[in-house]
C-alpha cells in the first residue's frame, strides 16, 4: 500500500484541454480536471461518451499539450525536458489506444509492429527483440503463426492484442489502457487483464484503465473517476462508488448496466435518462449534468455544485451528494460481494 | 423456413494468400424473422464480422471464396453479381462497422456522409437529405447535430464517430440490420438510448437484425435468440434465456463463467484454458475438444449441429451435461 508521503507518478493539476470549433468557438474537451495515480495503482475512469476520457488519458502521457493546468510525471514536469530527454521519457508511459488501427502500420507485419518500439530504442541485439517480440505475442493469446501476418487479415480482437503485447514488450512504468479490451470476447478479455494484473503484480506497473465496461472497470481499479462533460464529477474507492455511488450520474450509470441474465431475473429499477444530451461547445449553467439529472432543481441552474470530499476519500461535486449517498441503490446481481 | 426474412444456408468463407487456401468459417447456417433481433456471439477471430461482410457482399473479391446461399425475401444474395449487390446494399441491407474509424471517410464531413448515402438510394433532394440526415444523427443521440453535421471524423469522440456510423447505415430503413460491435465506445446510458432506437426500428418497421457482440448482458436485453459460434462453426442456437440459464455446449458455458461481473474483484477471472486452434491444428473430431473439461473419446468423431428440443447444439454429450450458465453456483432448474 501507499504511503501518504510517496509521489504521486502522476499528477493532474487544473488541467483544461481546448479544441477550435467552427464559428470561431471553443470546445472545452476536458476542463479544470484534478487527480493523482499513485505508483502500482489501477485508476479506473469511466464516463458519458465524449465527456473527455481519451483526451484526458492522452494529456496524462504528453500526448496532448494542456492550454491550462498542469501534468507532473512523479513530481517534474515532462515538459522541461529537452526533446531527447522526452522521448526517452515518454517510454515509459504509454497508451493502448482505443481504435487498434492508429497504431498499426497497415504496411508492416505483425511481428515488425510489435517489435518496433524496441527497434527505435534500439537496446538489445535483433534476435533478442525478436524474441521478447515473439513472447509478447504469445503471451497475449495469439498464435506465433500470426507473425507473420499484415493488420487487415485479422479481426478487430486480434488488431487489439497485437497493440497490447506492443506496449507491453517497452515494460512501461505507466500504460493508459483507452477501451483496450472492448472488442474481445470475455474468455479472452478475462485472460487479458490476467495479464495485466501479472504485470502488475511482477513489476509493479501502474494502469489508468479507461472503459465503458463496468464489471471490467470494477473488476480491475483500486479507484475510479467518473466523467461528465470534461469535468470529473466523483472519485473513490471501487468499493465506494459500487456500494455508495453520490452522484446522479453514477447512479444512473451503474443501474443502466446490462445484465447476462434472463428476463425475468432482471431488477426493473433502472434509472432511464431522458433530456438532452448538451454540447461541450455550450455547457449547461450550473451543474453540467442538470439537463439530464432526474433530481435537478432551479439551485442546480444557477450554482456550479463545488467538487468536495463528502464522505472521507469520496469526492463528488453535486449539491446533493448527501441525499443520493442515502437514497436506495439498485444492487448489480453477482456483484462485488 | 419459409417465414424468414434472412435465411443463411451452408455459409463457407475462405480466403487465400499466395497459393494457399484458408477456411475460415464452415457451413454456418441460421436464420432471422422479421423483426427478430439475433445475436451472433464467439471467441475473438471466430468468424464474426467475415460472415456479416459476406452477408453485405463485402469480402475482397480476389482473395476471397465464399460457398453456400444467403436468401434475403427469398433472393439468393450470394449468387448476386456486384453490380447487384450494390443496388442492394444500404437500402435493403446494411451495417454498422465494427471500427468506425476505417469506416468512415475522413476527407468529408459525417453530415455529408448521411446525406451522400441516402441520396444514392432514395430520389430525394439535397436540402431534404441535409434535413433527413440531421434528424438522423439527433436520432443517435448526437448533441447539436447541426453544428456536428459539418464535423469531419477526426474531431469525433470514439461514440460519436460510432453514432454517426449508425445514423449511416439508419438513413435508408434497411430490411435488415447488421449491427458489429456498435456500442462498444458508448456509455451505457447512451447504450441504452441506441438499443432503444435499434429496437423501435424492428419493432417499427419490422427490420430485422443480426447484433454481433462480446457483451453478454447486452445480448441478453436486446436479442431473443442467440447464435454461438467457435473456430469458424455455430456451436450453439437457441432462445436467450435458455441458452443463459442452461447452456448446452462447453464453449457457451464457459463464456458465461469468464464474465467479471460475476467475479469477485481482483480475483483471477476464470478464463476458458488454451487458446483456439490455428488451421493448422484444427482437430478431427470436435473442434473445442483440446480445450474442454468434459472431453471424451467419442469427441474424437467430428460433431454435427443437432435440434436439442429447443435450439440446435453441436455436442455429442449435450444430453448428459449440466453445465453452469450466468446464474453461478445456483442449480439451474
Ligand atoms: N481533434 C479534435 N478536434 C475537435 N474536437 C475534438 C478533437 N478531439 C476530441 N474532440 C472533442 O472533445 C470531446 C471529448 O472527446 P474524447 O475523445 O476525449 O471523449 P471520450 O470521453 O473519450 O469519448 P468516447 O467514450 O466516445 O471515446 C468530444 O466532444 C470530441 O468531439
Ligand atoms: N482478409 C483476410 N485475410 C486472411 N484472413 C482473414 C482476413 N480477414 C479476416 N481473417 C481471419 O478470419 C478470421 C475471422 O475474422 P473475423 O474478423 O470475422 O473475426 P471476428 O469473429 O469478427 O472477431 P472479433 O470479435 O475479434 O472482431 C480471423 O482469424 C482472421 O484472422
Ligand atoms: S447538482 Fe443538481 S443537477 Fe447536478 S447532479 Fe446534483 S442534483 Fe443533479
Ligand atoms: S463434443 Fe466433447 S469435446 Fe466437444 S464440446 Fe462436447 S463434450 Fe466437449
Ligand atoms: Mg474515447
Ligand atoms: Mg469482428
Known amino acids: ?337 | 423456413m419459409t417465414d424468414a426474412l434472412l435465411d443463411v444456408r451452408d455459409l463457407s468463407i475462405h480466403f487465400r494468400s499466395g497459393a494457399r487456401e484458408v477456411q475460415v468459417t464452415r457451413k454456418v447456417s441460421f436464420t432471422i424473422a422479421p423483426g427478430e433481433v439475433v445475436g451472433l456471439v464467439g471467441e475473438s477471430g471466430c468468424g464474426k464480422t467475415v460472415t456479416g461482410l459476406a452477408l453485405m457482399g463485402l469480402l475482397p473479391r480476389g482473395r476471397s471464396r465464399v460457398t453456400g446461399n444467403i436468401f434475403l425475401g427469398g433472393e439468393d444474395f450470394a449468387a448476386m453479381s456486384p453490380r447487384q449487390m450494390r443496388r442492394v446494399r444500404g437500402r435493403r441491407i446494411s451495417m454498422i462497422f465494427q471500427e468506425p474509424m476505417s469506416a468512415l471517410d475522413p476527407v468529408f464531413t459525417i453530415g455529408e456522409q448521411i446525406s451522400e448515402t441516402l441520396r444514392a438510394h432514395r430520389d430525394v433532394s439535397v436540402g431534404e437529405a441535409r434535413a433527413r440526415a440531421i434528424e438522423a444523427l439527433t436520432q443517435v443521440g448526437i448533441p447539436e447535430p447541426e453544428l456536428r453535421y459539418d464535423a469531419y471524423p477526426h474531431q469525433l469522440s470514439g461514440g460519436m464517430r460510432q453514432r454517426a456510423m449508425i445514423a449511416i447505415a439508419l438513413v435508408c430503413e434497411p430490411q435488415l440490420l447488421i449491427a458489429d460491435e456498435p456500442t462498444t465506445a458508448l456509455d451505457v446510458t447512451v447504450q441504452a438510448q441506441i438499443v432503444e432506437v435499434l429496437g423501435g426500428l424492428c419493432a417499427r418497421l419490422g427490420m430485422a437484425m443480426l447484433f454481433i457482440t462480446h457483451d453478454l448482458g447486452l445480448v441478453a436485453e436486446t436479442c431473443s435468440r442467440l447464435v454461438t459460434m467457435y473456430a469458424g462453426e455455430v456451436v450453439e442456437e437457441g432462445h436467450i434465456d435458455d441458452v443463459l440459464v442452461r447452456p448446452r455446449h462447453p464453449y457457451s458455458s464457459g463464456l458465461l463463467r469468464s464474465l467479471p461481473a460475476l467475479a469477485q474483484r481482483k480475483a483471477t477471472l476464470p478464463a476458458i484454458p488454451g487458446r483456439v486452434p490455428t488451421v493448422a491444428e484444427m482437430p478431427a473430431g470436435c473442434r473445442f475438444r483440446p480445450r474442454c473439461a468434459h472431453a471424451r473419446s467419442v469427441c474424437e468423431d467430428p460433431q454435427s449441429l443437432v435440434d436439442s428440443g429447443n435450439g440446435h447444439v453441436r455436442c455429442c454429450r449435450q444430453e448428459e451435461l449440466v453445465l453452469p450458465g450466468a446464474l453461478r453456483g445456483e442449480v439451474a432448474a
Open chain 1, 1 to 337: 500500500m501507499r504511503t501518504a508521503t510517496a509521489v504521486p507518478i502522476i499528477t493532474a493539476h487544473e488541467v483544461g484541454i481546448h479544441f477550435p470549433v467552427a464559428g470561431g468557438r471553443t470546445l472545452r474537451a476536458v476542463d479544470g480536471v484534478s487527480l493523482e495515480v499513485h505508483r502500482g495503482e489501477t485508476f479506473g475512469v469511466i464516463g458519458e461518451s465524449g465527456s473527455g476520457k481519451t483526451t484526458l488519458g492522452r494529456a496524462l502521457v504528453c500526448l496532448e499539450r494542456p492550454a491550462a493546468g498542469r501534468v507532473l510525471h512523479d513530481g517534474d514536469d515532462p515538459y522541461r525536458l529537452s526533446a531527447a530527454a522526452l522521448r526517452r521519457h515518454r517510454r515509459d508511459f504509454q497508451v493502448v489506444f482505443q481504435d487498434p488501427n492508429a497504431a498499426l502500420d497497415p504496411r508492416m507485419t505483425i511481428l515488425r509492429s510489435v517489435r518496433e518500439p524496441l527497434d527505435v530504442a534500439g537496446e538489445l541485439p535483433r534476435a533478442e527483440r525478436t524474441r521478447l517480440a515473439l513472447e509478447m505475442i504469445e503471451r497475449v493469446g495469439l498464435n506465433p503463426e500470426f507473425a507473420d501476418r499484415y493488420p487487415h487479415e485479422l479481426s478487430g480482437g486480434q488488431k487489439q492484442r497485437v497493440c497490447i503485447a506492443r506496449v507491453l514488450t517497452l515494460r512501461p512504468a505507466l500504460i493508459v489502457c483507452d477501451e483496450a479490451v472492448a472488442a474481445l470476447d470475455v474468455s479472452i478479455q478475462a485472460d487479458i487483464l490476467n495479464l495485466l494484473a501479472d504485470l502488475q503484480r511482477e513489476f509493479g506497473l501502474t494502469y489508468v484503465f479507461i472503459t465503458h465496461n463496468l464489471g471490467v472497470v470494477a473488476h480491475i481499479s483500486d479507484r475510479i473517476a467518473v466523467m461528465y462533460l470534461g469535468k470529473i464529477v466523483e472519485l473513490a474507492a471501487t468499493e465506494l462508488i459500487e456500494a455508495r455511488p453520490l452522484h446522479p450520474y453514477t447512479r444512473a450509470l451503474l443501474s443502466a448496466e446490462p445484465v447476462a441474465l434472463p428476463s425475468h431475473m432482471r431488477s426493473h429499477q433502472r434509472i432511464v435518462l431522458h433530456g438532452e444530451l448538451p454540447s461541450p461547445v455550450s455547457p449547461p449553467s450550473g451543474c453540467r449534468f442538470r439537463t439530464r439529472c432526474p433530481m435537478a432543481v432551479t439551485r442546480c441552474m444557477q450554482d456550479v455544485p463545488a467538487w468536495r470530499e463528502v464522505e472521507p476519500e469520496h469526492f463528488c461535486a453535486c449539491h446533493f451528494a448527501e441525499d443520493v449517498g442515502d437514497a436506495i441503490v439498485p444492487q448489480r446481481p453477482g456483484g462485488t460481494p
